[in-house]
């Protein structure tokens, strides 16, 4: 009898830590040895070196109202939805919450979950 495929969201700190990505990368490989998925929060996809020159572009040329107003539209259009729409899709979560880290949406997605 085949086991069903498992997707597990990988639930961790992002904005406040250097390497963000290689736990997740880890996980990923293991959960694919058992045969299993392991889905990311927006990764690579928009926490590059590029989208944070450009961040800081903005955060130097406006207010800081203005830089709020333009990095909330933008997590929302480019991120939420698509970290709602892994955690929805998940079967379960793996979290990493190390206690003296800040997390931003890490709370926010277990308790979607």
């Known amino acids: 009898m085949k086991m ?3 997707k597990f969201y990988l639930v961790g700190p992002i904005q406040f830590v250097e390497d963000f990505y290689s736990w997740r990368q880890e996980t990923v490989e293991f959960l694919e040895t058992l045969g299993h998925e392991g889905l990311m929060p927006w990764g690579e996809m928009y926490h590059t070196k590029e989208l944070q020159r450009e961040y800081k572009k903005w ?4 207010k800081p109202e203005e ?3 333009r990095v909330r539209k933008h997590m929302r259009a480019n991120v939420l939805n698509f970290d709602i729409n892994q955690v929805l899709n ?7 919450l190390p206690r003296e880290v800040l997390t931003v949406g890490s709370f926010g ?3 979607l979950a």
């Open 4 to 6: 069903k495929k498992l």
């Open 109 to 111: 997605e277990i308790t």
């Open 59 to 62: 955060a130097l040329e406006m």
């Open 90 to 96: 998940a079967d379960g979560l793996i979290f990493y």
């Open 67 to 69: 830089y709020c107003s």
